[in-house]
């Protein structure tokens, strides 16, 4: 049974940081593409990063470019987020997902809530 | 890179059909037959319907087609069900990876 688990939202200020991360299973992590899309409390989804299956491609959206970092760690089947310099428009429920071709997202987590508020 | 342009909202009654579009450019949907449909009920997370404009995953009932059009996809859900109440966006290929705007759609 395929299992997508975010942890690690939470409340934080503005300017503050945050590391997402999760634990997938099920199918094989190493050979997949894998990225985190989040979506603002009542808007829609937004694709936020992905990354290669080996961690030597990485693409982000415009507005979190030099403040996001996706990375993970094969060997703990693990794919992380990054969060720096959070904003109030960063607020949002962030979705890890796998991503098996040209941004068809097959497997997603049930996400967790990133809030940035003082 | 913009949104992709759906319609707010769209309805049936149980057993109609309803037909949800998304409209691009040339540079993603018009582009690429790569577009994708997901599923999302409230509180829930987005579930994937259809990939590569016309297929369907494991799972998914034949109730859900899609197909496309020049710079638009469209998903049509045949003989609608109170199950089929959700939001429903669709994703394309692209250099910037986009999601459609959106459409709620209402089992009368």
């Known amino acids: 049974e395929v299992q997508v688990v975010e942890s690690g939202g939470g409340l934080v200020q503005p300017g503050g940081s945050l590391r997402l991360s999760c634990a997938a299973s099920?199918?094989?992590?190493?050979?997949?593409?894998m990225t985190w899309v989040r979506q603002a409390p009542g808007t829609g989804l937004e694709w936020v990063a992905n990354?290669?299956?080996?961690?030597?491609?990485?693409y982000y959206m415009d507005s979190v470019k030099g403040r996001f970092t996706i990375s993970r760690d094969n060997a703990k089947n693990s794919l992380y987020l990054q969060l720096n310099s959070l904003r109030a428009e960063d607020t949002a429920m962030y979705y890890c997902?796998?991503?098996?071709?040209?941004?068809?997202?097959?497997?997603w987590g049930q996400g967790t809530l990133v809030t940035v508020s003082s | 890179q913009s949104a992709l342009t759906q319609p707010p909202s769209a309805s049936g009654s149980p057993g109609q059909s309803v037909t949800i579009s998304c409209t691009g450019t040339?540079?993603?949907?018009?582009?690429?037959?790569?577009v994708s449909w997901y599923q999302q009920h409230p509180g829930k997370a987005p579930k994937l319907l259809i990939y590569?404009?016309?297929r369907r995953p494991s799972g998914v009932p034949d109730r859900f087609s899609g197909s496309k059009s020049g710079n638009t996809a469209s998903l049509t859900v045949s003989g609608l069900q109170a199950e089929d109440e959700a939001d429903y966006y669709c994703?394309?290929?692209?250099?910037?990876?986009?999601f459609g705007t959106g459409t709620r759609v209402t089992v009368l």
């Open positions: 040339s540079s993603d949907v018009g582009s690429y037959n790569y």
């Open positions: 990354i290669k299956e080996d961690g030597s491609e990485k």
């Open positions: 099920g199918f094989t992590f190493s050979s997949s593409w």
């Open positions: 590569e404009v016309s």
């Open positions: 997902g796998r991503d098996r071709g040209f941004h068809t997202i097959d497997y």
């Open positions: 994703g394309s290929f692209a250099v910037s990876k986009v």
